[in-house]
Nanobody, 127 residues
Framework: QVQLVESGGGLVQAGGSLRLSCAASGRAFSTYAMGWFRQAPGKEREFVAVINWSGGSKYYLDSVKARFTISRDNAKKTVYLQMNSLKPEDTATYYC????????????????????WGKGTLVTVSS
């Protein structure tokens, strides 16, 4: 069993920044890829970013590629999502996910097969 707890969401003005964190427990964190997804009201959950087990490889949704950065600290069992230049369309509940494998596949939708989900943290970007 894995527990994922997200934090760092909140209300921010357009152009601002937020840093999301996801703390994991209960599993060998460092051996699995980790991802961030989001779900806006009335829309399906979508992939945002993924990082492989070592942190050496990352992949992003095109619309966030130049603005968001995913990172991980395996010693702290935590994955982060730094979000800059936020836009109102980034408003969503953001979910952390742990993969079933160490790596991801860019030709797969989504790039990881999710083993566990966090409960999410709400990000609201005002215009």
């Amino acid at each position: 069993q894995v527990q994922l707890v997200e934090s760092g969401g909140g209300l921010v003005q357009a152009g601002g920044s937020l840093r999301l964190s996801c703390a994991a427990s209960g599993r060998a964190f460092s051996t699995y890829a980790m991802g961030w997804f989001r779900q806006a009201p009335g829309k399906e959950r979508e992939f945002v970013a993924v990082i492989n087990w070592s942190g050496g490889s990352k992949y992003y949704l095109d619309s966030v590629k130049a603005r968001f950065t995913i990172s991980r600290d395996n010693a702290k069992k935590t994955v982060y999502l730094q979000m800059n230049s936020l836009k109102p369309e980034d408003t969503a509940t953001y979910y952390c996910a742990v993969s079933q494998t160490a790596d991801y596949k860019t030709n797969r939708r989504p790039p990881i097969e999710v083993a566990y989900w966090g409960k999410g943290t709400l990000v609201t970007v005002s215009s």
